[in-house]
């Protein structure tokens, strides 16, 4: 395992770090018995956090030396299935867990205790979920086309979902391939784009790109499609927004959010 790290070489853009402890820990014959394989990761926004989850259904969360701190879904897993996606929400304190058998589980990454277990909105393997501008909304997707936003409201000692459909594999039978959400541009709210508001995200099918707002309601931006049907799998990126011009130390203007998007 490793990861890549900006460099100042002006002939290349980043520089591949292994990860040696974490690979190591991995691949012993006795942790792959008791924990499973690899099948998922995370790295919160800060670079304080790295998260993984196995075929055994579980989460090994590490720190930013790359030390073990603990184990997450360790009866859960069980019963889930195999860990299929991970996201840590921008605040990074929560994660977003997807599993095989459609369940998703936000985990608190301080107490190592379950937020939400979110049992019935998805009965097949969940294939894409992120967190949409903050820890209380998501975009999530099955194996079987269906996409929904989810919002998380609190309650007396709870929490509860609310659901939002966005594709329906009876209504419109194709799947997610990819999916994509803009991260918050961290800059004080004088200076904070629009787009931080918005909760901009965006998915691609087989046949177009699609980019939505989750505020001030769920609602569709942008369709692109696509010349042809993709005989690949597509890929979609942001940039989040950042300062792009100071005078005398201070920022008077930043940059829109730009979306890539890689077909065929």
Known sequence: MSHLRPTPNKRTIF?????TSVSKMLASNQHSRE??????LSVSSDSKTLAIGTTH???LVFDQNHKFLFVLG?????DYGPVTVLDIAPSCDWLLCGHSKGQLVIWDLVSGSIIKAILNHHLSPINHAKFVKDRQHMVTADTKGNLLFLTLNSGFLTWFVES???LSESSTPTVVLALSTLAPSALPPPLSPPSDQLGLFAFSTAKMTTVACTVPSLKILYRYQHSTEVPYLPSLSWRRVAP???HDGKVSRVSDPLLAILVG
């Open 15 to 19: 520089r591949v770090s292994p990860i």
């Open 35 to 40: 924990t499973g394989y690899p099948t998922a």
């Open 57 to 59: 259904g579980i989460i």
């Open 74 to 78: 360790a009866t859960e897993g069980f």
């Open 164 to 166: 939002q459909e966005i």
């Open 244 to 246: 792009s011009k100071f």
